[in-house]
């Protein structure tokens, strides 16, 4: 897609997306040498010592990931849905597909999810439930259920706005694919407020509580983490 559009439309701003699985300087030169890129996208496995080093050494202006569901996997590789569903993300843009995906509720009140037939969770009444992917699924593995893969949590780097700003990051991502009118408004306005305090005070920025409140309110598993960037080795 990138050959074809730096040959048909020159003139046309081509972005990098987290797929291309970029995390080196090689790497983001060769994209840019090659295709003429704008900006790339990092993907959720970089320390922030690792970003703020691509910083300083890319050809182009960088995005990373603020706010979203947090990807365990190599972003642009993971086959987990694809095995699942027969259905590749990178060319159907999403994981676990929507029309793959099955609700039901039971005669106990609980509800099930299934990924193309497949279980991915069962769970009891009141439980607050999450979109399945198999990656966040709870198995049954040697007799025990749970999360075999990874507990449903969001990446949150509101804490690491600064730093950020700092190491010259020119974008924030914040997930919105698979989300509602509401999660999109909410996390997007606390975000801004965020952006719009830093700017304005810049050393004096403080992370405020109620932002915090808000966004682990929609959070997956109502969980919070930094991912890989709070990682110490390099």
């Not at 106990?108 to 279980?119: E, F, I, K, M, Q």
């Not at 309110?217 to 919070?224: K, L, N, V």
């Amino acid at each position: 897609v990138l050959d074809y559009a730096a040959r048909r439309h020159p003139d046309l701003p081509r972005h990098l997306s987290v797929q291309g699985s970029a995390t080196t300087q090689a790497a983001l030169r060769y994209y840019h040498e090659r295709f003429g890129i704008a900006r790339a996208v990092l993907p959720r496995v970089l320390s922030l010592q690792q970003v703020e080093r691509l910083c300083a050494a890319t050809p182009v202006p960088l995005e990373v990931f603020a706010f979203g569901s947090l990807c365990i996997m190599v972003e642009g590789r993971c086959q987990l849905s694809s095995y699942v569903t027969g259905a590749s993300p990178n060319r159907h843009g999403v994981c676990s597909p929507a029309r793959f995906v099955k609700w039901e509720e039971q005669t106990d009140g609980s509800r099930t999810v299934r990924l193309n037939g497949v279980l991915m969770d069962r769970y009891a009444e009141g439980e607050a439930a999450g979109y399945p992917t198999v990656c966040k699924g709870r198995f049954d593995v040697g007799g025990e259920v749970f999360h075999a893969l990874e507990e449903p949590t969001s990446l949150n780097t509101l804490g690491l706005l600064p730093q950020l700003a700092r190491a010259g990051v020119v974008a924030l991502k914040i997930e919105g694919r698979q989300r509602g009118a509401a999660y999109v408004a909410s996390v997007a306005r606390v975000w801004r407020r965020a952006i719009d305090e830093l700017q304005a005070s810049n050393e004096k920025w403080s992370l405020r509580p109620e932002w915090q409140t808000e966004l682990s309110a929609h959070a997956e598993g109502h969980q919070t983490t930094l991912g890989p960037y709070h990682r110490s080795w390099h």
